[in-house]
Structures are given as structure tokens and as C-alpha cells.
């Protein structure tokens, strides 16, 4: 079977256990058991603090080099952009060397806000962004729908550059989740999994916490997927997937049922 990465948005949740990690086990032992059951890993906390090369690099120790990384970028790189963003730019790339360097960094993840509207200003600054990190794999999100269009997926393919296919509700203003308006570019096929929980997207909990994400996949929903990958990977595509439905351990369950699928598809 190709190499086809599936995983979840984060692993340090205690309520996963029971549910995905052994009900006794440790969380310093959660990613040592994490890598024996998938093959790639979204970290989400560098989105809140910045990481450095030596953080970055304990997770791929401790993880006995079996997984590849897709590390999200600071918030001060897409939600809270101020002048000195080239400075937190040179940081965040620094960081990512040592994963580079053992061939473990799968992407690097900027995911930008609804706020963060389609603009000349915003697209000159997305430029500058994607120049600073030349050479590494780049995925962006974008969680507005101005941003879905044929123009911006040329400039993100002429930088090498790939963009999210997102699965979420579909609400005004968030992206189509469809491949027809949403399509892979660059050499990476990157599908993340936010669950479609319409009711919670918007609300107060949901905006500021976790139930916007408090969604299960069924298998028809998973199955709906798999001719996706399959036609991503005929592409040559880097496949990436991975699940933010974290509430109640079910992007852990999903995972595993879609690495299942997939394998039994190849």
C-alpha cells in the first residue's frame, strides 16, 4: 500500500482513554502508544505557543520516529498578524528544521480564520507568508468561501503550495466541502476532518471551545472518502488526513475505521 497519512489533531486528551488509549495508561505513554496505531500526527499546540526546535524534536523521539508531523503555525502567523510577524515566521521555521531534517515534518499548517477575508492585502500578505517557507511542504487553510477560487489555487500552486479540503458544515461563508469547488493542488492531497456539527459552529460554546468539533463519523459518511483518496494518491499526491473531531475520543475511533478502509481499498 502507498503511503497514505491518517491521524488525528492532537493526542493528549486523558478522555481518550477507555474510548482509544488504554484505561490505565499514562499520559506520558499516550504518544509511544499513538505511533503504534497510526503513522502521522497533527500537532495543534503550537498553535498557541510557539514551538522550538527542541519541542518539536522530543515529539519525534518519543514517538521512536514512526510518525510524520503536520505542525500548525502560531497564531500570531494567521490570527493575530502584527508587524512583526517575520520575526515569529523565522521562529516557527526554526523550529521546524529538526523534523525537516529526519524527514518527519509532513506539512506545515496555516490555518486562516473566517476573519480573514479575501483582501489585496491579505493576498499580498499570504505571498510574503508562503516566501518565508520555501523548500518545506505548505498547507493553508482558509475559512472563508471568498477565498475558493481558480486564481487563488494557481498562486498556490505556482508556490508549491497546497490547499485544505475541509469537511465541516455547510454554513454561508464557510468553504463548499466538495472536491468540485475545493480541489487538491500542489503536491499535497491534505484532508482535514472537522466534523458537521451545524447547530454548535456558531454558538458561544462553539466558537470558544470544543463542540463545534463534537461530531462521530458514520461508515457511509468514512466510505464517501476512500474513492478521494484513491484518486488523490493516483494523482501522486501526498495524502494527508486527519481528524478534529477530538470530543468523546471519536477522531481517534474515525481514524482507525478510515485507515481500515483505506487499507482494505488498496
Not at 77 to 82: N, P, Q, V, Y
Not at 206 to 235: H, K, M, T, W
Amino acid at each position: 500500500m502507498p503511503e497514505i497519512l491518517i491521524g488525528t489533531s492532537g493526542y493528549d486528551y486523558p478522555e481518550w482513554r477507555g474510548v482509544f488509549y488504554p484505561a490505565g495508561l499514562k499520559r506520558a505513554d499516550f504518544l509511544p502508544y499513538y505511533a503504534t496505531q497510526f503513522n502521522a500526527l497533527e500537532l495543534n499546540n503550537s498553535f498557541y505557543n510557539m514551538p522550538t526546535a527542541e519541542r518539536l524534536l522530543s515529539f519525534w523521539e518519543r514517538s521512536g520516529g514512526a510518525l510524520k508531523f503536520s505542525v500548525k503555525a502560531n497564531r500570531l502567523l494567521t490570527h493575530e498578524i502584527g508587524r512583526d510577524w517575520k520575526s515569529a515566521a523565522q521562529e516557527f521555521f526554526a523550529a521546524l528544521k529538526p523534523l525537516a531534517q529526519n524527514k518527519s515534518l509532513a506539512s506545515a499548517l496555516f490555518q486562516f480564520p473566517q476573519s480573514f477575508h479575501y483582501t489585496d492585502q491579505n493576498r499580498m500578505y499570504l505571498s510574503a507568508l508562503l516566501a518565508q517557507f520555501r523548500g518545506l511542504p505548505v498547507v493553508v487553510e482558509f475559512r472563508h468561501a471568498e477565498w475558493v477560487r481558480p486564481s487563488v489555487f494557481e498562486g498556490l500552486e505556482k508556490r508549491n503550495a497546497s490547499i485544505v479540503f475541509c469537511d465541516m458544515p455547510q454554513l454561508k461563508n464557510l468553504p463548499d466541502g466538495t472536491l468540485a469547488k475545493t480541489p487538491f493542488v500542489g503536491s499535497n492531497a491534505y484532508i482535514r476532518m472537522h466534523g458537521r456539527n451545524e447547530e454548535a459552529w456558531y454558538n458561544a460554546e462553539g466558537q470558544n471551545g470544543s463542540s463545534r468539533y463534537c461530531y462521530e463519523y458514520s461508515d457511509d459518511e468514512l466510505s464517501s472518502f476512500v474513492p478521494i483518496v484513491r484518486q488523490a494518491n493516483s494523482e501522486r499526491k501526498k495524502v494527508q488526513m486527519y481528524f478534529n473531531n477530538h470530543p468523546k475520543g471519536s477522531g481517534a475511533k474515525n481514524a482507525r475505521r478510515m485507515r481500515e478502509m483505506v487499507e482494505a481499498a488498496f
